[in-house]
C-alpha cells in the first residue's frame, strides 16, 4: 500500500550547451532522493525537464546558422545531449517537460493572462539593466560594481513597453512566508533572500520583452514574449496538467513536496515563484531546497567559462555509480563543494574498493570457499561477539532514513559507511579463516558469515537509491534476496541457508597517479586550436545541389539598432536589386571594413526576421575556436569574380 504522494522537482535545465557534472549533480541529488522516497513506499513525481526560450537560445541559434528549435532539439534530443546525459546516469524520473512543449506554451498563454485579468500584470515601460547571459533584469541598486550581481558581467541598457508583474505587493506575505515557515532550506539562505532583495525594496517584475521572439507570446499584445523565468517557474505545474488537458496529476501531486534548485536560482524560487502562485490563490510548494554548487579551483564551474568537466568522460571512466556515489558521499548537498579527480579516485578507492567492495567479495568469497552453495542451517550465536555488529545493523535504518529525510545526503552515506566498517573489523575479529581450520567449529562460522551478508544485505538496500545498479548487482550475489524497505529494519530476514554467487570485483582499485595522467590527457585541448566536430550524418546529394551559393559585393553594411550582435548588409547580387542579409558577426568585424569586399552567400534560405528587419540569405563565414575563444572569418573571394557568379 502507498504511504502517499511525493512530488520532487529538479530546475529545467538551459538547452544553450552541453550539460556539465554540476548540472549532473543535482539530477543525481534528486534522482537518490525520488530513488529513496519510492523505497519508502511513497507514490513519487519526479520532473525534470529543459527550459528552452529566452534571449540566449535565439543568438545562439543565430551564430549556429539555424532556428532555435532546431537549436534546442539538438541539444535535448540529440546525440550526447540532455535526454542521452540522464538516461546514462540511470535518472529515474517519472516525466520530463520541455517549455516548447505545445500544451505548455498554450497553458502559459492562459496563465499570463490570468494575472492580467486579475491585475498583477500591468503594462509599463521598462527601464533597467539586463544580464544576457543571466536572463535577468536588475534594478540599478542590485548591480555589484555596475555588473550583474550572480555572474559578475556587464549588464545592458534596457528600454521598452513591458508588462509588470505586482511583486512588490506580495512583499510582506512572501517574508512572512520565508522567515516564519520552513518554506526555504537551508535556513542560511532565508537571511540572504529577506536582507538582500526583499528588505531593500521589492520592485514591481518586468514580465514580458519585445527586443526578441524567442519565448511563449503574450496571446493579446503582438510582439511581447512571456519572460523566460515565468514561462519556466511554471513547468512545475504545466506538466501535472494545470491550465491543460494534455498532462494530469495535479490534483494528486500538487502542492510539490521539494524543489531541489541550485543557490543561484533560489531568488527566482523564494520569492517571484511564492508570490505568482498567491496571486492565482494556488498552493505552494511545501519547500525548496537551495544546495550548493560544485566548484573547480575555488569557482564556479560554468559552461560560459569553459571550466566545465565532462560526466561522460568520468562515467565512462569509474562507472556511473561510482560517478553518483561520488557526487553525493563526498559534498553536503547544502554548501558548495571542491570537485577535483583527486578527491573522486580516493573516494572511490576508499569507500567502493576498500570498504564496500572488499566486504562484499570476502563475505561471499568466503561462504563459498567453506561451504559452497548454501550456508549450513546449523549456526552458533555468540552473543559477546556478534552484539556490537547485530545492534549497529538494526538501528541503520531510522538512522539513514532520519539524514536523508533532511536531505542530507553526505551524513546518510557517512552512516552505512560506519557499519561497512565496522564489518570488515568483525571479519577481522573472528578470523573465519581460523574457525574454517577445525570442523567443530563450522556452526560458528556458518553464523559469522551470515551476520555479514545480513549487513551486506541492509547496507546494500539502503545504498540502492545511490548505487541502483549495484545494489541490484549485490542482491544477485546474495541470491536474489528481497531489499524492500520493512525488510531493512529487521535482522535476520535473509534465509539461514542463504545461496550466494561469486562475481568479479565491484570496484576495482584505480591506480591514482595513472589515472590522473590519463585524466589531464584527455582534458588537454588536442592543440589550441579547436574545429567543430563533422556532421556524421550525410546530405544526399540532390538536396546539396539545391543550395544556391552566390558572390555577392557588399554596398553597404551598417549596425542594427538595439543589437550588439547584427550587422545589416545591403548586397549586390548581381541581379539588379539590392539584397539584405542580417548577420550576427559585430563582434567580429567593423562594418566599415566589409564594404567593397566580395563575400559567399547562400541566397535561397526562406527570409527570416531579425529585430524585426528582413533577411534574404545568411553569409557563410568560416568558424573555429582558438585558446578557447570562439573565432569567426568571413569568406572572401576574389574581386575578381562578379557580383552573382554562382558557386558550385
Ligand atoms: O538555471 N554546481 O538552468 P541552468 C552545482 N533554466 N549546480 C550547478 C552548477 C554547479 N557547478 N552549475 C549549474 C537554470 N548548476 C534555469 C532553471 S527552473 C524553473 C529554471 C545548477 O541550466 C544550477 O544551480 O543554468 C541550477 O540549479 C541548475 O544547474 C540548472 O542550471
Known sequence: MSKGNFYITTPIYYPSAKLHIGHTYCTVATDAMARFKRLQGYDVMFLTGTDEHGQKIEDKAKEAGCTPQEYVDNIVLGEGGVLDLWKLMNISNDRFIRTTDDYHVAAIQKIFKKMYENGDIYKGKYTGKYCKPCESFWTESQLVDGKCPDCGREVQDAEEEAYFFRLSKYADRVQDLLENTDFLEPRSRVHEMVNNFIKPGLEDLCVSR????????VDFDEGHVVYVWIDALFNYMTALGFCNDAKDGLDKFWPADVHFVGKEIVRFHAIIWPAMLMSLNLPLPKKVYGHGWLLLDGGK?????GNVVDPYILAQRFGVDALRFFLLRSFPFGADGN??????????NTDLANDLGNLVS???AMAQKYFGAHLPEQQQVNIDMDRELVEMVCGLRDIYEAQMEKYAFQNALAEVFKVISRANKYIDENAPWVLAKNE??????AKVLYNLLETVRICAGLLAPFMPDTSAEIANRLG????????????????????????????PRIDMEKELAALEELSKPKSDIEIEPYATENVDFDTFCKSDFRAVKVKDCQPVKKSDKLLQFTLDDGTGTDR???????KYYKPEEL???TLVAITNLPPRKMMGKESCGMLISAVHTEKGEEKLHLLMVDDAIPAGAKLC
Open 595 to 597: 564594404i567593397g569586399k
Open 362 to 364: 570476502r563475505t561471499v
Open 339 to 348: 570537485f577535483s579527480n583527486e578527491l573522486l579516485i580516493s573516494t572511490i
Open 301 to 305: 564551474m560554468s559552461k560560459s567559462k
Open 480 to 507: 536474489g534476496v528481497t531489499m524492500d524497505w520493512d525488510s531493512l529494519e529487521d535482522f535476520g530476514v535473509l534465509p539461514v541457508q542463504v545461496a550466494t554467487v561469486n562475481g568479479p570485483a565491484l570496484f
Open 210 to 217: 519585445t527586443s526578441f521572439s524567442w519565448g511563449v507570446p
Open 580 to 586: 539584405q542579409i542580417l548577420s550576427g558577426i559585430a
Open 440 to 445: 567443530s567449529n563450522h556452526p560458528r562460522l
